[in-house]
Nanobody, 124 residues
């Protein structure tokens, strides 16, 4: 599974950005999809996830400001970010969990894929 992310950029505090990530390649299902961010010098942390059936999880600091959604038909996950703060600055990565049926052995193969990352910079 290949993930292509887009939509990062530079914005002033209080502004908005929309990140999109599209999956391509060979798979039968995309399960959980989500966004993670990595601030300079810090580890990569969860921002938001959405399951195949629409169950959503947000990191506490973004709840109420960010909205995650997905288009199953287009294999796309989107993160709408409003009321951005300087502490939201970082590289944002999309992640997808996939299932591919191995017909030779009649069993599912589970995979995890990451996008290339897109920079979000929020100036004060």
């Amino acid at each position: 599974v290949q993930l292509q992310a887009s939509g990062g950029g530079l914005v002033q505090a209080g502004g908005s950005l929309t990140l999109s990530c599209t999956a391509s390649g060979r798979f039968d299902h995309l399960n959980d999809m989500g966004w993670y961010r990595q601030a300079p010098g810090k580890q990569r942390d969860l921002v938001a996830t959405i399951s195949r059936y629409g169950a959503i999880t947000y990191e506490d600091s973004v709840r109420g400001r960010f909205t995650i959604s997905r288009d199953t038909a287009k294999n796309t996950v989107t993160l709408q970010m409003n009321s951005l703060k300087p502490e939201d600055t970082g590289v944002y990565y999309c992640k997808a969990e996939s299932t591919t049926m191995d017909h030779k052995w009649s069993r599912p193969v589970f995979g995890t894929s990451w996008g290339q990352g897109t920079q979000v910079t929020v100036s004060s």
